[in-house]
């Protein structure tokens, strides 16, 4: 990968993280009320938003402002949680690991499934077998994700009784080690599965289309003249390439992901940024709400560029062109 | 030539194009996946017009029985203070569809504005405005909304016009494209060799001939928008005054254990409608795959395939 692509692919961050710190500075300061209540939360007596208003710069000219609440939000200050008496940036990272736990696992298994069902949807177009997976793909994409986990707990959990309902762990249970990662991956599995059939619809479809396009290039056509069989020229030959997209594809969707991931966090009781988001709105919390809308969007930042720099590192056409 | 008729060939292009629309409609139908989405999409917005006549009970009144399973008195059972479910779910089609719609109006009028001036002037102007809509692209709409109705307060009115300000980048991205094809095609050369104001040449030339290809994006949208308004109502911050798909969701989350039915037809209904627009998405932009030449006019069928 040559430096000067990497170099310009890292400069692209900085006017839009730029933006995103503008968006939620003018969210603040255009909201009804007193903008310190928005970062120092709705139960503070007057000493202590005297000193959030100086701590923020609060007290100063708008463009100064500005630059405050920047430089605090780079170093990693997002307000204080007055309802949890912490620092919001404390609330919001000790909830990471659960969220990036359940979005990691259901990526994977996005990938593990989607991807092969997209190469033999793609192998015989608008066969009964590209029916039947295109038709699955297409339900999966237009359902609700908070409507395809209620479903899965009322039969899966409820009906069948084959996975736990709620919960990361089971009630009470206080073992630790490897006892405890299996409680947490039994507990893992239905949300993660729940999570994924989002993706799994998208990058079916993904994989489809590469695969039919492939299929009908020079390359593939000089590996049947060439008397490989077709299975081997399926593996070989189109689908390395038409699996290529998927990589940019997942970065596209972060944002996406990660509101999925607070929904199905909310059905399944799942104890990370989504259970936070739901409680931090109930309690009216907003330097926490606030604080999960900027490390979201950083996130999903982050995510664009590694998957960009992944894919011109795979990509020869992208980094030298 | 030219200024004999000025009107030729400002209205010959839109007038072949809505007889290309007609035709691709029917070709819309000729497609079995065509057939059950117009099916789906009618069935969804014939319930939200007739729902006040179909509604066995107005939905928040108060019924005897409190959830009650599905039984002919109440064929999708009833909720917690003895609600009808069925109703509920007819009147929730008409809050999350005036939604999904409000929504994808802001969004179009943002993104063929900007994808139009953008592709149209080209240059720097170009430069600047996609640059914008990359930082409008990675704006996560979901957690937008949340903190936005947190720091102003629940209202229909914020919503959409959050949600609508963060989806326009897609059409953007697909009205640029469209214009940039068509920029040098010979109907809009002649529009500019009769003095025709650019105002004029994107709006009266472009705008209508960019349009087939933007709808297949504009379906699209609206189903994803119907999901997350949804998503909205499930975690509660939809419209408090209106019952829509999302709340009624979101309220069944409390009674899994023991009423069924609450979170089935909801969650159901949504998924046939959003599955109704994405099928009939699909099925034009088939049509429109297939059948470009016709569609574009002057012939010129170049453009098409980098923006399906």
């Not at chain 1, 607070?262 to 931090?280: C, D, K, M, N, Q």
């Not at chain 2, 035709?23 to 006040?52: F, M, N, Y």
Request: hydrophobic share 55%; with cysteine.
């Amino acid at each position: 990968m040559s430096r000067r692509f990497v170099l310009r692919r890292l400069l692209q961050v900085i006017p839009t993280a730029a933006g995103i710190l503008l968006v939620s500075f003018l969210l603040i300061h255009l909201a009804p009320g007193d903008p310190v209540v928005a970062l120092a939360g709705d139960h503070g007596d007057p000493a202590y938003y005297a000193e959030m208003r100086h701590r923020f710069g609060l007290d100063r000219s708008l463009p100064a402002q500005l630059a405050t609440y920047a430089l605090r939000v780079v170093q990693g200050d997002l307000g204080f949680s007055y309802v949890q008496g912490r620092r919001a940036a404390d609330v919001i990272i000790e909830r990471m690991p659960a969220t990036l736990l359940l979005t990691g696992t259901a990526l994977v298994i996005a990938v593990i499934i989607a991807v092969p069902l997209g190469a033999l949807a793609g192998q015989r177009p608008h066969g009964a077998r590209d029916t039947g997976i295109s038709a699955l793909a297409l339900g999966l994409y237009s359902a609700p994700v908070f409507w395809v986990g209620q479903v899965a707990i009322l039969v899966v959990a409820l009906w069948l009784g084959v996975a736990p309902v709620q919960g990361m762990t089971n009630a009470g249970s206080d073992a630790a080690g490897l006892p405890r990662a299996f409680d947490v991956l039994r507990h893992l599995a239905l949300p993660a599965l729940v999570l994924a059939s989002q993706e799994i619809a998208v990058l079916v479809r993904l994989t489809r289309s590469g695969v039919i396009d492939e299929m009908t290039r020079d390359h593939v056509r000089a590996a049947r003249a060439k008397g490989i069989g077709e299975r081997m020229v399926l593996l070989r030959h189109a689908l390395p390439r038409a699996v290529l997209p998927v990589v940019t594809v997942i970065g596209a969707r972060a944002g996406h992901l990660s509101a999925g991931a607070a929904i199905v966090e909310i059905v399944f009781g799942w104890p990370g940024a989504g259970r936070l988001l739901l409680s931090s709105l109930q309690a009216r919390d907003t330097p926490v709400l606030l604080g999960l809308f900027l490390v979201i969007a950083f996130a999903v930042i982050l995510a664009n560029l590694v998957t960009d720099l992944a894919y011109a590192a795979i990509d020869p056409r992208v980094r030298l062109g | 030539m030219f200024a004999s008729d000025e009107r030729a060939p400002a209205g010959a292009p839109a007038r072949r194009v809505e007889r290309a629309e007609r035709s691709s409609w029917r070709a819309v139908v000729a497609i079995p996946s065509g057939r059950i989405g117009i099916a789906l999409t009618g069935l969804t917005l014939a319930i939200a017009v007739l729902a006040p006549l179909l509604a066995p009970a107005d939905p928040f009144a108060l019924g005897a029985v409190s959830l009650s399973p599905p039984s002919w008195a109440n064929l999708m059972g009833t909720d917690a203070i003895g609600r009808d479910l069925l109703s509920g779910v007819l009147y929730g089609a008409r809050t999350s569809l005036l939604m999904a719609s409000a929504v994808t109006v802001v969004a179009f009028a943002c993104g063929a504005t900007v994808g139009m001036a953008a592709g149209y002037s080209g240059g720097a102007i170009d430069d600047l405005l996609m640059r914008m809509t990359e930082l409008f692209q990675v704006l996560p709409r979901f957690f937008l909304v949340v903190v936005t109705i947190a720091l102003f307060g629940p209202g229909a009115d914020r919503v959409v016009l959050v949600l609508g300000l963060t989806s326009w980048p897609v059409i953007a991205r697909v009205m640029r494209g469209e214009v940039l094809a068509m920029r040098e095609l010979d109907f809009v050369i002649a529009a500019r060799a009769i003095g025709a104001p650019g105002s004029r040449i994107v709006w009266r030339e472009l705008l209508p001939n960019a349009l087939p290809s933007a709808a297949v994006l504009l379906g699209l949208l609206f189903g994803q928008i119907l999901l997350v308004e949804a998503s909205l109502g499930f975690i509660g911050l939809g419209d408090p005054n209106a019952l829509s798909w999302g709340l009624l969701a979101g309220q069944a989350q409390g009674f899994l254990r023991v009423a069924w039915w609450l979170s089935l037809f909801p969650g159901l209904a949504i998924a046939i409608a959003v599955l109704g627009v994405n099928l009939l998405a699909d099925a034009w932009a088939s049509v429109l795959g297939g059948r470009a030449v016709h569609a574009t006019p002057a012939g010129g069928a170049k453009g098409w395939e980098g923006t399906m």
